[in-house]
């Protein structure tokens, strides 16, 4: 081989190998940078209820993570792998309200190299579950901390509490009696009233009849509750209005109308901005023993000209229409949003949810949600004229008359507008009340004691 042909095949040799090294830290570097994107910490946000507090802690890509608790004083303490101390975590302590129910501090840190210890003092004694929630929506994986306290807040007593202890408020009633004000009843009777007292359920007696016509011999216990809420924001309005306040407002306005009402009282499922499971929103009715629960939603579709309020009840046998389906499908896929412990199992409640004996709740959720929306009727256009039914998980109470509103489409900007108006919810409220009150007129609940069972 000539000397120009042995410095051809060194130069080649030489160009291979300075190929084959861009070629090598292509295939390592790229990954390695992608990686570092992806396991960055995206954000951090915190619900705080009475019930329980959430800490949703969003990454980019599946990471390792440790937990354990530590007391005197309690401490929950988790270490995640793989991860950089950025800005998010380094403002984690500042996230916390002083008014927090059940997180004391909250604080994160450098523990050693690839790892950062996240350490959650709490008020109290608390039995915390964290588990990971793969991408969905809008969201990327998520690091869910719930801190339940160890003796969370009691939905009964509460209950009896809000209604026995002090008297409704009266609110846009035009057509209240004076006599009827619970002012007027303490001028009249000024003698001290004793404490309230839990009494057992006494067995079901003939409704009382005046006139011919059956009355409401006893409080009668309504579960308002708001669609979505803390992870979950439900639909979203073109100006930015989310589906979890609306609700939020419309139904803490409607809980105040039902206050002012002598025969009945109120619980809501969520009065703040935090995620309820669906089957626990279920649970909270039938703990108290409601004799209905009303479901609060503002819709959205795909094209922004659809407009109208609809009343919604459960079905057994498919969805009356593919728009009730879809609809459905929509909300039952609220668990998925919001996050839920898949781990956390209740045999009962499960038996509850797939209790197919309906038939006369059914028929009676068909009757209230009937005259509800004849009531809506009268302030909105109504997408459907008649009340239509689809398999709706809130709705699975086998005892209880349930319905689900759709007060209108947020997804349109003119309803929209009209959610976020304080009138036009009031109205919304008044006309649901109205509902409800036309409905227990023909259907008073059978009459038991103005107490619940305690145990």
Do not use: C
């Not at 910490?41 to 705080?48: E, S, T």
């Not at 359920?201 to 009382?208: G, I, K, Q, T």
């Amino acid at each position: 081989m000539s000397e120009r042909a042995q410095e051809r095949l060194a130069g080649r040799r030489r160009l291979i190998k300075l190929a084959g090294a861009s070629l090598f830290l292509t295939v390592t570097q790229r990954p390695q940078a992608a990686s570092n994107r992806s396991l960055g910490i995206l954000a951090v946000r915190i619900w705080p209820a009475a019930d329980y507090t959430r800490v949703a802690i969003e990454y980019g890509a599946p990471l390792k993570y440790t937990h354990f608790m530590v007391k005197n004083p309690e401490r929950l303490v988790v270490d995640l792998e793989g991860i950089e101390f950025n800005s998010v975590l380094e403002s984690l302590g500042n996230k916390i309200a002083p008014d927090d129910p059940n997180i004391r501090l909250l604080r994160a840190g450098r523990y050693k190299p690839g790892v950062v210890r996240l350490v959650m003092e709490l008020k109290g004694e608390a039995n915390p579950q964290v588990f990971v929630l793969p991408p969905v929506g809008g969201y990327g994986y998520r690091l869910v901390l719930d801190v339940y306290p160890l003796n969370p807040p009691d939905p009964l007593l509460s209950l009896l509490d809000g209604k026995e202890a002090r008297p409704a408020p009266v609110e846009n009633r035009a057509n209240s009696k004076p006599e009827a004000r619970p002012e007027a009843l303490a001028e009249a009777k000024p003698e001290p009233r004793a404490e309230p007292r839990a009494e057992p359920v006494s067995e079901p007696r003939p409704v009382a009849k005046r006139q011919g016509r059956p009355v409401i011999d006893r409080l009668v216990t309504i579960t308002l509750d708001p669609g979505h809420g803390g992870e979950d924001p439900g639909a979203t309005g073109s100006g930015g209005s989310q589906e979890k306040n609306v609700t939020l407002a419309v139904a803490k306005r409607l809980r105040a109308k039902i206050e002012a009402e002598p025969n009945m009282r109120v619980a809501l499922t969520r009065d703040s901005d935090f995620f309820v499971p669906l089957h626990a929103r279920v649970q909270k009715a039938r703990r108290i023993q409601s004799d209905l629960f009303v479901s609060i939603h503002a819709d959205a579709f795909v094209r922004p000209d659809a407009n109208g309020s609809s009343v919604f009840v459960l079905s057994e046998s498919g969805a009356s229409s593919s728009a009730a389906r879809y609809l459905a499908q929509k909300e039952n896929a609220a668990d998925l949003i919001g996050g839920v412990n898949i781990d956390v199992k209740d045999p009962i409640l499960a038996r509850t949810l797939l209790d197919l004996s309906q038939t006369a709740t059914i028929n009676d959720s068909l009757k209230l949600g009937k005259a509800v929306l004849g009531e809506l009727g009268g302030i909105n256009r109504l997408h459907k004229a008649s009340v239509e039914q689809a398999g709706f998980a809130v709705l699975k109470a086998p005892d209880i008359p349930s319905i689900l509103i759709e007060t209108a489409f947020i997804s349109n900007p003119e309803e929209e507008k009209r959610l976020n108006d304080d009138a036009y919810q009031d109205k919304m409220a008044e006309a649901i009340l109205s509902g409800i009150k036309k409905y227990l007129a023909k259907n008073p609940p059978l009459a038991k004691s103005t107490l619940a069972r305690l145990d």
